[in-house]
């Protein structure tokens, strides 16, 4: 028997795919705008199935509610907020499941709720609600203390997945975290121009966002061009990145692995990496400004000393106290020569250590103190080379 060309797709499959017309942020949004209005009605003891209403009574409705609509705290909303309250009401109702034949913006049987609309936008506007506040632009010093930062650092794991990040969000305008899940290995192609020789980052697989629907044919959203002779060229910080990247998954943000070497071939795990940039983004501005103040005085550390550390077979041996409240110090032997572990630990006293315990009994054996497990481990990039150390204490105390 021969296949069939064209699909079977029953009503209910075919309602699900309507659904999908409109972004996940967009049904939420109509989502939102209906329960508000519904909450209008519960106040008013009326029916807040508004999507039976028919036009003339929905007509009714709207008038007031244009009037009277406020935020929780009894504020007015922003003119935006209110014209995309409008749009939204209108999408619900006119999209599936209820598919409404009307347009409440359009049709001439809510003229009156129109003019009610125009005259609470208009009253907005009066009162200091109609204008709009954009986001602050990323200004060229601010940009360069990102990329100067321990935390965009392109010779760690950690640093280089964060510097990409920001280049694309940069160059390629995304919106939050939007459709970065779903991005692959693939996602970017590195081009050159023929006539400049210089080489460009293009976005080259379609993808469905909430300003770019299925009536939109393009593809490209932007560059991302070479920086030829800078250190935070974005190209050669994709390239780099694509190149240490786990060879088995296929995601393009991967989870950087805790430990690595410089000459590794592989920096991230098999691990696809979900959680993006976000952090930042959600925090007010307050925060935003604080995290830019320590990100400030990294900066000025960035010139610290490593601190090596003992092998893990070095022993320290200190003399027992004469007692708790004992003010002894920490005597070190020579033998290690002058490493600088050892200065750190000198003067280290151990009433200090220990002074919180309220013990009448003697200290009479010998306090050892040991360097184990010693290991090279990335806790964050700005501990990128350090040594870590467990220094174990063992302690008898007998009355």
């Known amino acids: 028997?021969?296949?069939?060309?064209?699909?079977?797709?029953?009503?209910?499959?075919?309602?699900?795919?309507?659904?999908?017309?409109?972004?996940?942020?967009?049904?939420?949004?109509?989502?939102?705008?209906?329960?508000?209005?519904?909450?209008?009605?519960?106040?008013?003891?009326?029916?807040?199935?508004?999507?039976?209403?028919?036009?003339?009574?929905?007509?009714?409705?709207?008038?007031?509610?244009?009037?009277?609509?406020?935020?929780?705290?009894?504020?007015?909303?922003?003119?935006?907020?209110?014209?995309?309250?409008?749009?939204?009401?209108?999408?619900?109702?006119?999209?599936?499941?209820?598919?409404?034949?009307?347009?409440?913006?359009?049709?001439?049987?809510?003229?009156?709720?129109?003019?009610?609309?125009?005259?609470?936008?208009?009253?907005?506007?009066?009162?200091?609600?109609?204008?709009?506040?954009?986001?602050?632009v990323i200004n060229e010093s601010d940009r360069q203390k990102l990329y100067e930062s321990n935390q965009m650092n392109p010779q760690t794991p950690y640093g280089l997945l964060n510097k990409v990040q920001f280049d694309v969000r940069l160059y390629f305008c995304r919106r939050s975290v939007e459709n970065m899940h779903i991005m692959s290995k693939s996602t970017f192609e590195v081009m050159q121009e023929p006539k400049s020789g210089l080489k460009y980052v293009a976005k080259c697989t379609d993808e469905l966002t909430k300003n770019h629907r299925g009536n939109d044919r393009e593809t490209t959203s932007g560059v991302m061009p070479e920086s030829p002779g800078s250190p935070f060229c974005p190209v050669r910080s994709l390239e780099k990145y694509i190149g240490k990247l786990h060879p088995s998954c296929s995601s393009l943000w991967q989870r950087p692995r805790d430990s690595f070497d410089d000459d590794d071939e592989t920096w991230y795990c098999n691990v696809r990496l979900v959680q993006s940039l976000t952090v930042y983004q959600r925090t007010d501005t307050e925060e935003k400004i604080a995290m830019g103040q320590a990100m400030g005085q990294?900066?000025?550390?960035?010139?610290?000393?490593?601190?090596?550390?003992?092998?893990?077979?070095?022993?320290?041996?200190?003399?027992?106290?004469?007692?708790?409240?004992?003010?002894?110090?920490?005597?070190?032997?020579?033998?290690?020569?002058?490493?600088?572990a050892v200065a750190e630990l000198q003067g280290i006293n151990i009433s200090d250590l220990f002074g919180d315990f309220n013990c009448d009994h003697t200290l009479q054996s010998q306090t050892e103190t040991r360097f184990s497990s010693v290991q090279t481990r990335q806790i964050m990039p700005a501990f990128h080379r350090c040594t870590i150390g467990t220094i174990n204490f063992s302690i008898n105390i007998s009355k």
């Not at 935006?80 to 109702?93: K, P, Q, S, V």
């Not at 200190?318 to 110090?329: A, C, H, I, R, W």
Request: charge should be positive.
């Open 1 to 136: 028997m021969a296949a069939k060309r064209f699909a079977s797709l029953a009503a209910d499959e075919i309602e699900k795919k309507k659904l999908l017309i409109n972004s996940k942020e967009t049904i939420r949004s109509n989502q939102k705008a209906a329960r508000l209005l519904k909450a209008y009605l519960g106040e008013l003891n009326q029916n807040q199935n508004f999507e039976e209403f028919d036009a003339v009574r929905l007509n009714e409705v709207l008038c007031h509610f244009y009037m009277n609509a406020r935020k929780q705290d009894g504020e007015f909303y922003k003119a935006t907020t209110f014209e995309n309250m409008r749009h939204a009401i209108n999408r619900y109702l006119r999209d599936p499941p209820y598919n409404r034949k009307f347009d409440i913006i359009k049709d001439d049987e809510f003229r009156d709720a129109n003019v009610s609309f125009k005259a609470a936008l208009a009253e907005l506007k009066r009162i200091g609600k109609g204008s709009v506040q954009h986001h602050p």
């Open 298 to 340: 990294s900066l000025a550390l960035q010139s610290f000393k490593t601190v090596s550390a003992l092998p893990s077979t070095a022993t320290l041996a200190l003399p027992p106290p004469e007692s708790v409240g004992d003010t002894s110090l920490v005597t070190l032997p020579q033998e290690h020569g002058d490493h600088e």
